[in-house]
């Protein structure tokens, strides 16, 4: 039983990891008043060219971090659309979606002969604990560097958000961007900063997925997490402490599913149970969806 | 006066054939760099899409699906609710579909009937259930869809596996019967007196005989117009709207803002339900398969639907640009080896540049010279638009 416990932890923590950290990205977008639907194409983009590079250069870290930073330049396209441009946000999110998997598989078929999978990376990012260090049942806990970054970032955004002048002002910024205006805070500095760290952490989501808990790119490593994490930021009522919790509650029907697979029930079944016990969540506790205030507005300078 | 080029460039129909253009430049600038002809290949994508009778009938075939399901988008959109469950939708249609067009055994017209009315009801019940959400719980429509999304997928894996429909042998259910099918002239251009006319007319033997031409694509144009005339000329159609663009103002003048969107959800549910329908009845293999992720025909509603900027009559010439971009990819592929997937690039930018097209107009306005009395005026309504906004 215990045992069990352990292994539906560490299953959780290790499927959880991609959807917090692209949540984390979601919520900061969406708090300074920019909706991204675009995270499913930049976590895609993350996730081929953390494969890619890692693969490539045999350094996953390199990897993660060009996922990242290649998310980012997606995030940056976003944000010159929806804050410059004042183009209609979930416009340009659909078409992130679809020039992210895009490119990336376009990419893959030229790099992989034809083929729409990688090669599977020969270092996946390594464990917190070397091999031998927890034995047994215990060994389940021993999860990827990349689960504790992402519960890092989740601490780093929900400080910066509460604690310190910049969050105030991302919040400010997304609920009136016209009364932080006028105290001074540069409305589309904040916006384009927080789109584009929004885009780094979808791709450094996309790509813990193709180098932690896969270890290679296909099609299907991402298909539709994105939109999961978008679901999991409005779970968690836009908040990052709620998006964390809430891709951690999606992490843990993941586990259950596994966990449950081989019973009577179904497998189909079973992998319908997550996405059913979420709307039965949201009807019987969470109710009425808060959004910041200037979510999805383009601000004008000088309106009120 | 404005010279002719402005006025185009306020034109949203002219910025759109812009965008494509221009969305097909940088796919060929894209296809350059990794080592494709752009001219072929563009040539090859074209030629593939309207080469013949044959492949333009294709298009229109394969385009069928994908304008019911954005003319659901577009609908819903133009009534305030971002429906990104059309994947959903769509799936529980073909479930339903196959379900009574495979169970019951009809003459001809009522088994269509039937089998078009199930997949009607199932899309608009699954899609009428996201309203129902968001009405009296305050979900957001874009949570509760994007879940639905996935427990259809999964549902259609579970139906087609069930020991009843599952066919023995194969990854998919059994097909509808023969008298659900919506090809037009199926049997007769089999048979010995159909294949004498088809043999003597080449035009008719490449639209009739290679594919299977369905009544799907005119009832495409006919909900079109359907929703046009809903929207534009209805008091239902103007309660749709005037919740969508401004809630408190609609529910001060008593409209019941709740019941609205529930049956703004169920009508969008009902078009894509209604591309379902004439897929399973109308093509290949008029079965389910198992799937291991969607096929992506809802969420290529979404962008047919943002390329038409929600009119209804522009997703028919969307939906066909779709289609046709899909078709032709494919020979793209198999004549230049070229990554099919450029076409997924070309309908990114492509939408990517409509959303960006509403710039221009306001770019001709910020510089025009001022003592232009018309343009002025212009300016100021740009103005006043965005104060409204905030």
């Known amino acids: 039983m215990f045992n069990t416990i352990l292994l539906a932890l560490g299953i959780t923590l290790m499927y959880s990891t991609p959807l917090a950290l692209a949540a984390q990205g979601s919520v900061m977008s969406e708090a300074s008043g920019v909706v991204n639907v675009g995270i499913e194409g930049m976590m895609t983009v993350g996730a081929f060219f953390g494969a890619l590079i890692g693969e490539r250069t045999g350094n996953p870290w390199f990897g993660f971090l060009c996922g990242g930073l290649a998310g980012a330049v997606f995030g940056l396209i976003h944000a010159f659309a929806s804050v410059t441009c004042r183009a209609d946000q979930t416009v340009t999110g659909i078409a992130m979606n679809l020039v992210g998997p895009g490119v990336s598989l376009f990419l893959c078929r030229l790099f992989y002969n034809g083929g729409v999978q990688s090669e599977p990376v020969k270092n996946k990012i390594p464990n917190i604990f070397s091999k031998n260090v927890l034995k047994g049942a215990a060994s389940n806990l021993n999860v990827s560097w990349t689960t504790l970054i992402a519960l890092l970032a989740a601490i780093v955004i929900w400080y910066i958000f509460y604690h310190t002048t910049w969050g105030l002002h991302i919040r400010a910024v997304g609920e009136h961007p016209a009364a932080a205006d006028t105290l001074g805070v540069n409305v589309y500095k904040v916006r384009y900063i927080c789109v584009i760290m929004s885009g780094f952490l979808a791709g450094l989501g996309g790509a813990s997925m193709t180098l932690s808990v896969v270890s290679q790119f296909s099609p299907t490593a991402i298909s539709g997490q994105g939109f999961i994490a978008i679901a999991a930021v409005i779970f968690g009522k836009w908040t990052p402490q709620g998006g964390y919790l809430a891709a951690l509650l999606f992490g843990f029907f993941t586990a259950l599913v596994v966990l449950l697979g081989g019973t009577a029930i179904p497998i189909e079944i079973l992998s319908m149970l997550p996405y059913i016990f979420t709307i039965v969540i949201l009807v019987l506790f969470v109710g009425k969806a808060a959004a910041p205030k200037a979510n999805g507005k383009p601000y004008i300078k000088g309106t009120r | ?390």
């Open chain 2, 1 to 390: 006066m404005e010279s002719k080029v402005r006025k185009a460039l306020r034109n949203p129909f002219a910025l759109t054939i812009i965008a494509i253009i221009l969305g097909f430049i940088i796919a060929m600038f894209i296809l350059a760099v990794a080592g494709f002809p752009p001219f072929k290949s563009v040539g090859i994508l074209i030629k593939g899409m309207l080469g013949t009778p044959k492949d333009f009938t294709a298009v229109i075939i394969k385009s069928t699906p994908i304008i019911f399901t954005g003319l659901g988008v577009a609908f819903a959109m133009k009534t305030g609710l971002f429906n990104i469950g059309g994947e959903g939708q769509y799936m529980v249609g073909c479930i339903a579909a196959v379900a009574i067009g495979s169970w019951l055994d009809f003459p001809a017209p009522l088994q269509i009937i039937f089998t078009v009315l199930a997949a009607v009801l199932a899309s608009a019940l699954y899609a009428g259930l996201v309203g129902l959400l968001k009405a009296k719980k305050g979900i957001h429509e874009v949570i509760s869809s994007i879940m639905l999304n996935w427990i259809a997928l999964y549902l259609n894996n579970w139906f087609t596996n069930t020991n009843f429909y599952h066919k023995p042998n194969t990854m998919g259910s059994y097909p509808v019967r023969e008298s659900a099918y919506t090809m037009i002239l199926p049997q007769w251009k089999r048979s010995e007196a159909g294949l004498a006319v088809l043999r003597n007319n080449k035009f008719l033997l490449q639209v009739l005989g290679r594919n299977d031409v369905n009544v799907g694509f005119i009832v495409a144009i006919a909900a079109s117009v359907l929703v046009t005339w809903i929207l534009t000329r209805t008091r239902k159609g103007f309660e749709l709207r005037a919740v969508g663009s401004n809630i408190h103002a609609a529910r001060y003048t008593g409209i019941d803002v709740e019941k609205n969107m529930i049956q703004s959800m169920m009508i969008s549910g009902a078009l894509c339900g209604l591309g379902a329908a004439f897929y399973i009845t109308g093509q290949q293999p008029h079965l389910l398969n198992t799937l291991s992720s969607s096929e992506n025909i809802g969420f290529n509603g979404l962008s047919v639907a943002f390329i038409a900027q929600n009119s209804p009559i522009g997703c028919i010439f969307a939906g066909l640009l779709f289609g046709g971009l899909l078709y032709g990819g494919a020979t793209l592929q198999s004549q230049l080896g070229a990554p099919t997937e450029i076409i997924n690039i070309i309908i990114g930018v492509i939408v990517f540049l409509v959303a960006l097209s509403i710039l221009i107009p306001r770019f001709l306005d910020t510089h025009t010279k001022k003592e232009k009395p018309q343009e002025v005026t212009a300016k100021e309504k740009e103005k006043k638009k965005g104060a409204g906004n905030v």
